[in-house]
């Protein structure tokens, strides 16, 4: 969970790690691990030693106190709008919201087109590009989902995504596993 409580991430791994550790910001981590070809990583006391070839880091742990858990698990039902969206859409709207530097993504039911799609603006900004991907069809509701970009950290893949009136989106990956929930932004509209 972050420190802002909008993203909760959950992921089963089958490696054993020796030790209990905290990592403050996974993004940052998984980033910097994604730098080495071959990364060989030892679980020290207060830091993780991470070697490839000519490379000795140390990347030193954070303090418990410092990491927010979530209280309960998230259990909602009421998953209203159902997509999936392909890694390579996810690599797409990544690289063009960066360079058109547009911060809020919107997956958006149209009846009349009867599709679904991803699209990116700056939704303070009359004057902003926009984006738009269709990623699937069937629609029986007008609905306007919107999210911002920055808690669209994901690891890469392809996702299951259903989304709540009550404010929640989940990603699932349809390969790893690993979901994710994520706050919607209060303007969102889902057509109910």
């Known amino acids: 969970m972050n420190s802002l409580k909008n993203i909760l991430a959950h992921a089963n791994v089958k490696e054993d790690f020796p030790r209990q550790f905290a990592i403050y910001n996974l993004t940052e981590f998984l980033g910097y691990l994604s730098t080495m070809s071959e990364p060989e990583l030892v679980f020290e006391e207060n830091h993780i030693k991470i070697t490839d070839k000519i490379i000795q880091d140390k990347y030193k742990y954070a303090n418990t106190d410092y990491i927010v858990s979530p209280e309960k698990d998230i259990k909602v039902t009421d998953y209203s709008i159902k997509v999936n969206i392909k890694e390579d859409v996810f690599r797409m709207i990544d690289k063009k ?9 919107y997956l958006k039911g149209d009846t009349k087109s009867n ?22 069809e069937g629609v029986s509701k007008k609905f306007n989902v919107v999210l911002k970009k920055e808690n669209l950290k994901i690891i890469p893949g392809n996702y299951d995504i259903s989304i709540s009136p009550k404010g929640i989106a989940h990603f699932k990956n349809d390969k790893l596993d690993v979901e ?5 932004e209060p303007d969102s509209e889902y057509g109910e």
């Open 115 to 136: 599709s679904i799609s991803l699209c990116a603006s700056n939704k303070k900004n009359d004057s902003s590009n926009e984006i738009s991907i269709k990623v699937g």
């Open 180 to 184: 994710y929930w994520i706050a919607l």
């Open 97 to 105: 919201t960066t360079i058109l530097q547009l911060h809020d993504l």
